[in-house]
């Protein structure tokens, strides 16, 4: 039997000591969109951002962190990537040959990595139903508790509370105007909200008053739409925990002053624009140490 040469032996060696960053798959990812992803001015997204979108026109971009703003993480972009005066991204920015990074006064990166910046799919849109009873036309102030199930339209007005607990909500139509105090008790379980056409609040307030966190809450609105459309929004003052998807629109959160704050994913298969003055923060991308069997897996 012939044995193995030294350089052979030399590369077992080197690639069973070596560290495998395998591509981050979606749960990694704190935004990720089909379309164009905005981070307003003096905004903090701290995790991995990534966006599909794609354009062959020079002056459009896929990711654009506006003055003042930071990253704190990669971004991963199929298309060109705009950082405006004084921002910052601290990790890598992975975008494609042929596309650029621009860079305004002061702005910095951590590294300028060309290369596939290997996107994950986005899920499937949630196949459901809604409809039951409605709740609209309550006044200011407010308080709506709803048990898991069916409903048609629910919609608040200023400075209520809307207490749902453990389990799966159907909705037609969600929203409140500004203040919104979302209680969710988690104490049997997760919460996932499904939409048909959009979740809407002048301001949100998440309150988790037997604890849990961002993994227990799910919310997904399915509306679709031209332009600006929101499938999800809420605006300044709001802090938000959970995932939200909005696979056929868009999200938009936070307002044009500060201050609003997330914990979770924000996904969609348009865009995401983080307003001004938002803090947001997701799960840090995971590495994978390599062993022999990993090692195999890759190449089989």
């Known amino acids: 039997m012939m044995k193995p040469s030294f350089w052979s032996a030399f590369l077992v060696v080197a690639v069973l000591g070596a560290r495998v960053e395998a591509a981050p798959v979606l749960s990694d990812y704190v935004i990720l969109a089909g379309e164009k992803v905005t981070v307003g001015g003096g905004s903090l997204v701290e995790g991995l951002v990534g966006t599909h979108y ?16 930071a990253v704190n993480g990669d971004v991963r972009s199929a298309d060109n990537v705009q950082l405006n005066n004084g921002a910052d991204i601290t990790g890598n920015v992975i975008h494609p040959a042929g596309t650029t990074i621009n860079m305004g006064a002061g702005a910095t990166i951590g590294a300028d990595v060309v290369a ?18 409605s709740h609209t036309g309550l006044g200011n102030g407010a308080t709506l508790t709803l048990a898991p199930g069916s ?11 809307l207490n749902l607990s453990s389990g799966t909500y159907y909705f037609n139509d969600l929203g409140a105007a500004n203040g919104l105090d979302l209680v969710l008790d988690l104490a049997g379980g997760p919460i996932a909200i499904y939409v048909t056409t959009r979740a809407h609040f002048g301001s949100v307030d998440v309150f988790l008053p037997n604890g849990g966190g961002p993994a227990d809450i799910y919310l997904e609105a399915q509306g679709s739409g031209t332009g600006t459309y929101n499938a999800i929004s809420a605006g300044g003052g709001s802090d938000w925990v959970g995932t939200a998807f909005a696979p056929n629109g868009g999200i938009h959160f936070g307002g044009s002053s500060c201050c609003s704050t997330f914990q ?11 307003e001004h003055g938002v803090n947001g923060n997701g799960p840090p991308v995971s590495v994978e140490q390599s062993d022999w069997s990993t090692f195999k897996s890759l190449y089989r």
């Open 151 to 161: 409903y048609q339209d629910v919609i608040l007005g200023g400075a209520c509370t």
């Open 264 to 274: 979770g994913h924000f996904w969609s298969g348009k865009h995401v624009d983080i």
């Open 116 to 133: 596939d910046p290997e996107l994950p799919a986005l899920p499937a849109p949630s196949m459901f139903s809604s409809g039951g009873a």
């Open 54 to 69: 794609t354009n062959a026109v020079a002056t459009q971009f896929a990711i654009t962190v506006a003055g003042a703003a």
